[in-house]
Structure formats: structure tokens, C-alpha cells
């Protein structure tokens, strides 16, 4: 099955700089690649997501790449503020039969801004 | 609409009990999803559905079984629960074709002592 690791576990960066966030995957079959965001106690929530025959996509301060090749995917996030202090999840996963997904997420970075 | 709810909130166990967590959704999604959290692992699916009347297992899912009677409704059930599964259970939808989302529900913090 699918395999995705996700690092850094943690990341502090102060307010205005830029964060990234790296994941791996094993699957070569695997075509979607979205990013969750979860506040403390709150549901995960989509922030972002990218199809494999698309090698980059961005909106506004947050953009995420894909390296097909090397199986490796990640989150970029400009000009951070306090509020985008969460956790941040990758996931990797494949089509299911009538347009669905199955979905490996990686562990999670808790990332914080510091003001 | 209330997106995907999840009853209970908040749940005790006993070793050995058992007990069902209800997951619904008004958006008419077909692809439901059961996955639990635990610290530093992420989420890990439990089972999954693609339609009504349909399950299929996931990454974790010994002890724990799922039923699909109506497309709104996906329900997660403990047969014999175990302090190993004590965790936050987060249910999920997606619309399926180009709605490819997963939307979460609030989850649930089960814990078995």
C-alpha cells in the first residue's frame, strides 16, 4: 500500500517568513495530493491540492509543488501569520472507481508562528 | 446544511463494551470514509464506502466493523472495545467525480478504560 512521510514534525518560524513543509510518497500510482489543516481540537480541513499532471499550483500565500518523478510533494506558505499556526498534513492517494479517493495521510507538522 | 455530523461527541468505555458512532451527511456525497487520529500518527482509515450498501476496509481495520444501509449514514461499530482504541474518530464524505474533497466531520473522543 501506500506509504507517505511527512517532515519536518515540527517547524517555528517567525511572523513574515516562509514555511515549507515536505512529504514523500511510495505509490507511483497515487494522482492526488491535497493538504489539510487542523486547529487544535477542530477537523482537518482542506487548504490546497494538486493533481499529478500538474507540477505546481498556488493560491495566494500558499502554493504546492510535485515532483512526479521523485515522489516527493510539498507546501509553501509566504508571509506566515499567527493564524496560520496549525497542523499540517500531507496526503497522498489514487482514484476509486466513479471519481472518489482513498487517501494515506503523512503524521502531521505542527507548525508554529511566532509573533 | 450541517456538512457531515458525528454523534457522539464524547464517549467512556469499558473494556469489552461495545458501541456504534453515527456519521451523517446532507450533501448527497457517495464516498464515506471512517478514519481515527492518534498523537503523531496522523489519520489512518479504518474502512470506507463507495455507495450505498457498500464497505471496503482500509489501513486499520481489525475490531471495528462498518455498515452503509442508507446514503446518508455511515456507521463505525465496536464490537469489544480495547484501551488500544482509544482515540479521535474522524468521519469524512466526498462527492465523488470532479468533487474530490473530503469533508470531515467534527469527530468523536472515545476513550476505553
Known amino acids: 500500500g501506500e506509504n507517505v512521510e511527512q517532515h519536518p514534525s515540527t517547524l517555528s518560524v517567525q511572523e513574515g517568513d516562509s514555511a515549507v513543509i515536505k512529504c514523500t510518497y511510495s505509490?507511483?500510482?497515487?494522482?492526488?495530493f491535497p493538504w489539510y489543516k487542523q486547529e487544535l481540537g477542530k477537523r482537518p480541513q482542506l487548504i490546497i491540492d494538486?493533481?499529478?499532471?500538474?507540477g505546481e499550483k498556488k493560491d495566494q500565500r500558499i502554493a504546492v509543488t510535485l515532483n512526479k518523478t521523485a515522489k516527493h510533494f510539498s507546501l509553501h506558505i509566504t508571509e506566515t501569520q499567527p493564524e496560520d499556526s496549525a497542523v499540517y498534513f500531507c496526503a497522498a492517494g489514487g482514484d476509486l472507481t466513479g471519481g472518489g479517493n482513498k487517501l494515506t495521510f503523512g503524521t502531521g507538522t505542527q507548525l508554529k508562528v511566532e509573533l | 446544511n450541517a456538512g457531515v455530523t458525528q454523534t457522539p461527541k464524547f464517549r467512556v468505555l469499558k473494556t469489552g463494551q461495545s458501541m456504534t458512532l453515527l456519521c451523517a451527511q446532507d450533501m448527497n456525497h457517495e464516498y464515506m470514509y471512517w478514519y481515527r487520529q492518534d498523537p503523531g500518527m496522523g489519520l489512518r482509515l479504518i474502512h470506507y464506502?463507495?455507495?450505498?450498501?457498500?464497505?471496503a476496509k482500509g489501513e486499520v481495520p481489525d475490531g471495528y466493523n462498518v455498515s452503509r444501509l442508507k446514503k446518508q449514514n455511515f456507521l463505525l461499530g465496536l464490537e469489544s472495545a480495547a484501551p488500544s482504541q482509544t482515540s479521535v474518530y474522524f468521519c469524512?464524505?466526498?462527492?465523488?467525480?470532479?468533487?474530490?474533497?473530503?469533508?470531515f466531520g467534527p469527530g468523536t473522543r472515545l476513550t476505553v478504560l
Open positions: 505509490d507511483s500510482a497515487s494522482n492526488y
Open positions: 494538486i493533481r499529478s499532471n500538474v
Open positions: 464506502s463507495v455507495g450505498e450498501g457498500t464497505t
Open positions: 469524512a464524505s466526498t462527492y465523488g467525480g470532479d468533487g474530490v474533497e473530503q469533508f
